[in-house]
């Protein structure tokens, strides 16, 4: 049961506050419990379980990202999402579920798919610097594509040249439940944690020695703060004076699904430039008979898919004035990205949405009906993706801002896969906010996890 009772006014004074119940805060949350000597802690949550928002499994791609079939990563960032997605793997998989209810995963084959002679030079030419880095990743030709993956292969071009890397390592996560899990765990290590469902921060100002944050229950101070709040860490950075060059460009990403096509996940090639997942198809976390396509990729005005009351948080985010319309201007009008996203806005119109996606799938799995694929209505979170309005450009990947004794955590995808890693970084940087008055075991951490 989750532990939903407040603490007196006076009582509310903690070492480490914690600002949002997804899976990098709850991540956190089990990080700080389980591998430090702080007991003093407490979670915020507006909503009223964990996970509801981008962390949802109807939300995201549920892919645990190693940077194995991500073409638009380079080594480097690869390197880093690898070291993080492996902590992630190693939870699961020394973690065993009480019940089918609470499994947290699902393992696939999981590939990259090239497809004509382009796409196959890039892909052969890549797995000769990425095939270091994985050494589990393969390189397979048309024949053995089609044992694994029986319909990418049928009703194709015999002469269109196809080529994938494929490894067995295709986690599919339910990061809501891997949120569950982590404050279980949390709550096991540590039963004094005060964990606030229904809490919404409202406000937050320094003080000399702490911060005092005005909630929608009453106030809670606290030495040391990470706001975990997807989209939103960027909104309250800036009620502080942080991140004031930064802005939100929030790209919504909408799925279709079909009755079973794939065996495991199939993921096309992504333009390097782009900041997102490319196109895949997938078994759904729970229920391998369906598979689900996508993400898109839309610009939307609001902080969270679906909730109209977060448009003008939206716009508080992205700021006023001049500065950032430029910077917006100059990214959607790349030549590059401009196509993307008009073709992308296309994707979730009734009628013609279907039509134009198909083609998309199509390069997958050639042989698909129209009448096999439905949009998957109210499904797809939101990705807070930063522009920087310095350099007037978006920046790849999560992005953290580090103020007094305060993190702020800004996560796009792929912050599910990297929650662990993150947690790893702020718990070493409160170790510094409470003047190393705790100890890390950061030993243990790297023992269990790395
Ligand atoms: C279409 C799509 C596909 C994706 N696919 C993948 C993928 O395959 N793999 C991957 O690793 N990542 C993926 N991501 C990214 C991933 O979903 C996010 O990076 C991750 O869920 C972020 O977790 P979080 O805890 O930071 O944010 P969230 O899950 O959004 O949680 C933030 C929490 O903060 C709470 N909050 C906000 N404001 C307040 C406040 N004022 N007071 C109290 N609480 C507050 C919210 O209610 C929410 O619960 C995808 C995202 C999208 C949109």
Redesign the pocket.
Known sequence: MIDNRFKEMNDNKYDVLI?????????LLYTLSKYTDIRNICL????SD???????ST???????FGDIETNYSFEKAKSVKRM?DMVMKYLENGKPASVEAKLFSKYSKMVLAVGKNQVDELSKRFLTFSQLFPNLRVIKRDEIGKIEPRVVEGRDPDQEILALVTEDGYT?D?KRL?HSFVDNAKKENPDISIQLN????KIAKEEDHYSIK?DKGEIQASAVVI??????LM?AKSLGYGKNLSVLS?????YTAPKVLNGKVYTIQIAKLP??AIHGDPEVHNEKITRF??T?KPIFQ???HNMSTFLEYWKTFGLGLSPVISLLKIVFDKILFGYIIKNFLYDLPFIGKRMFIKQIRSIVPGIKMNELKFAKGI????PQIINNTIRKLEMG?AKLTGDKIIF???????????LGNAYSDTSMIMEFLDNKFKFKKEAFENDLM
């Open positions: 600002v949002g119940g997804g899976v990098v805060g709850t991540a915020i949550e507006k909503y964990f996970g509801l928002v981008n962390t949802a939300k995201n791609s549920q892919t645990l990202h997605a996560v990061f949120c809490t919404k921060l409202l909630t975990a709040s997807g989209g939103h860490s309250i790209m919504a990403g909408s799925f997102f997942a996508g993400p990729a902080l969270e898919r797809g979170g939101t990705r999560e955590n800004i996560t796009p995808s792929p912050g599910a896969s990297t929650c």
